[in-house]
């Protein structure tokens, strides 16, 4: 499972599907690219930089695990963190150290690693962020201890995980897209219709695995958050945070981000409470 994520994000590198890749390897490319990039993610979530800000990072150890485009990198850094990042893709890694260097930006170290085997020793960090990679680890509890090693013993961890208790999971996963696949599927097999786009894909999944089988929401969720070739995504709420992430304490926890495609929920009032975006912050506990 761990090599088919590595190779799903490797071929799908985060968010470019929204607004393309670079278009060569040259600086200016890559300049162009991050700077389009990162008005798109801050445009869409601009509540990423403010809770950026709660972490405190200026003059602590932080570790990055999952690194994106370098967007979050760039802004624990200006904002003085001593930062360390991992990521399982190459890709992600490069184009990190990339941005780093175009930009002059001060760093400990880039790694490709897996949070299942951090190339750290015990207590190396004040911080460890992690934003929209932690639900995509089937092996959490193995991860969580990991996480938990390298942490200092008064340290934090935060994590911004998908919530289960949202728009997005209860409507428009569960019930909008889960309807629009029952309803293309016969459709498409008597040819009433093309199998193209992302609903072709979903029709394709459908096919391979029966449709009632992908139609079962510890299935279909794995589809509908980051593509539907995904290979493993799952959903939190504060229930769950606490059974698997048992090496920590809850400090505190709040929803960001009305996101719910296809509905058109964006900037509407309301994050607080049906929001996607579930951000924890937690504290390592004492074990004897």
Not at 59 to 87: F, K, M, P
Not at 106 to 120: K, M, N, T, W
Not at 231 to 257: C, H, I, L, N
Request: net charge positive.
């Amino acid at each position: 499972m761990q090599e088919d994520i590595r190779g799903y994000w490797s071929a799908n590198p985060c968010g470019e599907q929204l607004v393309g890749g670079p278009s060569s390897d040259e600086p200016h490319h890559y300049e162009e690219f991050f700077d389009r990039y990162d008005a798109l993610k801050y445009g869409l979530e601009s509540h990423i930089p403010a809770c950026l800000d709660k972490m405190s990072p200026a003059n602590r150890q932080v570790l990055e695990i999952g690194l994106g485009q370098g967007s979050e990198a760039e802004q624990l850094i200006r904002r003085g963190a001593s930062w360390t990042g991992v990521d399982i893709t190459e890709t992600s890694v490069r184009r990190t150290r990339i941005r780093m260097n175009l930009r002059g930006l001060p760093f400990q170290g880039i790694h490709r690693a897996s949070v299942l085997d951090l190339p750290f020793p015990d207590n190396s960090f004040d911080v460890v962020f992690s934003h929209g990679v932690l639900h995509h680890v089937p092996d959490i509890d193995r991860a969580q201890r990991e996480i938990w090693r390298v942490l200092k013993p008064d340290g934090e961890l935060v994590v911004m995980l998908y919530a289960r208790w949202s728009l997005n999971y209860l409507v428009a996963i569960g019930l909008v897209r889960r309807a629009a696949v029952l309803i293309a599927y016969p459709v498409v097999r008597i040819g009433g219709c093309k199998n193209r786009g992302r609903l072709g894909d979903h029709i394709g999944n459908a096919r391979r695995q029966g449709l009632f089988n992908y139609l079962r929401m510890g299935e279909f969720i794995h589809h509908n958050t980051d593509g539907p070739t995904n290979p493993y995504s799952r959903v939190y709420g504060m229930r769950q945070v606490r059974t698997d992430f048992s090496s920590f304490a809850v400090k505190s926890a709040e929803k960001r981000f009305m996101h719910a495609p296809p509905l058109p929920v964006h900037g509407l009032p309301g994050e607080r409470v049906l929001g996607w975006h579930l951000w924890v912050r937690l504290t390592p506990r004492k074990f004897p």
